[in-house]
């Protein structure tokens, strides 16, 4: 969004860096700061105020080498994967150096234990191919698939559409491999479910947003592909009546449901008009429409098992329309339809995203408060939906102007308080949202959220100034 730019290091420290990286593996991989790095310094909100070096090892005694470089020429570093975080934490700081983890690569799998030894730079969308090819699938998914790489969906913890059926990224981390700001190789790669012997590090890694450490490898649990799926998409009129369904899913389907996806008729308007967006013919949308997924042993079990919940909402709501995909074709059309979240915000830029969990006891009273304090300020482009099934709900607010951001988070925030929500469900808090950060945590777990921090970085050298603010 900021067109004026400057360099990161100043120019002594810049040809430091070069000279110090000239004969040695890093060579390859050092990009000096200048024209053409474009895509290290720009996100789905725009582009950096800075323009920074950048290093991109190849494996992990690379980023050791990197970092103890970076940390003897008194420059800090900003660790980049798949720049699709929402929280602009990759976008280079004055004094910072990028170090992307494009080319840690290597996809190692172990078919008969169902777990995969992974880069931190591979993509989602390429682990999940190559899990397919032998029967298995990562149990991550999300709109962000061909960029978000896995050390940027471990940093973040990441969420996506099947948190219902295989839960956040945590629970399939089995291993980790790290570098931490002084140099030591903290790995622990073992494919062991069970290993209850003293703290869990890598957990403590796991959403920590690379504030502690750099992820060089993980060990991943993979899980078999379902035998079937069925993908239905179901109008309705009020939150209410979704929040039924949604209990009524999970009590009919049990671990059948998968996918339970809300969007309101704001946000599918928006979708619907953008070029790669497929009709869906024959349905008629309410306020609000529900994609809901299914996966089991047989397309019987499943289509069994979704007719007869759907039936019975039906009866029970009659003006409700609902439609099941009778291919993986329409299934996947229906999927895009929520995957354009992406590129539907971007149609309101200047936007403010938010990323919130709350209560479903909660969410219509703070739905419909927002919605008219929205309106009473003059914030007319609105766009909402979420991951229903898991309290997370997005909406996206057209500022008009970007000045105006901080007052439409006002409203959002504000109206969070008392309400027992979260001011990032699955985003995380990056550059963005570190001023509401203390609304979600007290104050003594934030000093001993400092306390770890300073003892994994003491200097401050890795994603400085993210997730805290200063002090
Ligand atoms: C269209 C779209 C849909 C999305 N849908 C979802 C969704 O459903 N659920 C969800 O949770 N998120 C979603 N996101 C957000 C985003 O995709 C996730 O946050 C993702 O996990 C980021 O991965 P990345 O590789 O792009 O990380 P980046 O954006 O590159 O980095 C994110 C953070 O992780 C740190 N980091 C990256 N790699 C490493 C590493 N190797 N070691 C240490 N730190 C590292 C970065 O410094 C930064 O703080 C979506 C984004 C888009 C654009």
Redesign the pocket.
Known sequence: MTTAVSPSLDSQQGADLAGSVAGTELENGFLPAGPGLERYHSD?YGSATVVAPVLRPRDTEGVRAAINLCRTRGARI?????????VR??MPQPGEVVLS?ERLLGIEIEPRQGTALVG?GVTLASLDAAAREHGLMFTVD???RG???L???I??N????RVLRYGMTRASVLGLE?VLADGTVLSNLSPLMKNNTGYDLKQLLVGA??TL????RAMVQLVPVPNARRVSLVSAQTLDEVQELLTAARQGLGPMLSGFEVMWRDYVECALSLPSASAIPGFSFGELAVLLEVTGTSDEACEEALASTLGNHLVAHPEADAIIAQSEAQADALWTLRDL??EAATVFAPFAGFDVSLPLSEMEGWVGDIRAKLAKAGFERTQFYG?LGDGNLHVVVGLGDLRRKEEAETILYDALAGRRGSVSA???I?LSKRQWLPMSRTPEELAVMRRLKAAFDPDGIL?NN?LFNKE
Do not use: D, F, K, P
């Open positions: 789905w900003v660790t980049q994967g798949g720049m699709t975080g929402l934490a990759c983890t931190a999300m709109g962000s960029s978000a790489t050390g940027g969906i940093s973040t990441a969420g996506g559409n790290a947003e690379g450490g750099v992820i060089t979240s992406g991951h699955e985003h995380g990056g994603n993210r």
